[in-house]
């Protein structure tokens, strides 16, 4: 039987939110090749998909942390998922932008929620770690106690590792790169002979490609 990760993997990859191209690889923001491009929001699109990552989130969630008061979405991928969450768990809400509004109030936060209340921050994919941590501090220099983030994503990266520990943040996945390779593998949407390249770009993703 599949376990949960390797269920969640294979949803992204029927549903193409998940994109493997070693041959022809993917260029991000930061300049890196990749591989891989993985774009969760897909999940919204197929109803029974959105819900079973919903219910897992949540599971998730009470597994992990106790005494939860509320839930923080990191925009803007991370708010409709937060958003489902609060919902299920009857819980209020708010999000937090990656930079101050340029207008009006000028929020980074959004949303009305008594501070020193105990929230789970919601991402949809973690790669270094740098825009969940940034929405974070945001939360805490705001008076929030921050129990840890969510996410339905990984990539494993060994510096997402190091910066929510050096952060001193907690952080559970639904499924990560390594069960993801397993399960293109099985689905043969990539070849066996393909695994050692997608392996190293993972342990070293700012070399692979050059």
Known sequence: MENLSEKIAGMLLDIEAVKISPEKPFTWASG?????????????SHPSVRTFMKESLVSLIKEK?????????????????????????????????SKPKGHGRENMIEGSMPTDTTL???????????SSLKAVEALIEAGYK????TAIFTYGFDVAVKNFSDARVPFYTLSSYTELL?????KSYIKESELESLKAWREDPGSWGK
Do not use: H
Not at 182 to 186: L, T
């Open 65 to 97: 942390f106790e005494n939860i008061d509320g839930i923080a979405g990191v925009a803007t991928a991370g708010i409709p998922q937060a958003a489902l969450i609060a919902d299920a768990m009857e819980l209020p809400m708010l999000y937090v932008r």
């Open 182 to 186: 397993g399960v293109a593998v099985q």
């Open 32 to 44: 890196w090749k990749s591989p891989i491009y993985c774009d969760n929001r897909l999940s919204l």
């Open 120 to 130: 789970v921050v919601i991402e949809d994919l973690i790669s270094t770690g740098g």
């Open 146 to 149: 921050v129990a840890g983030l």
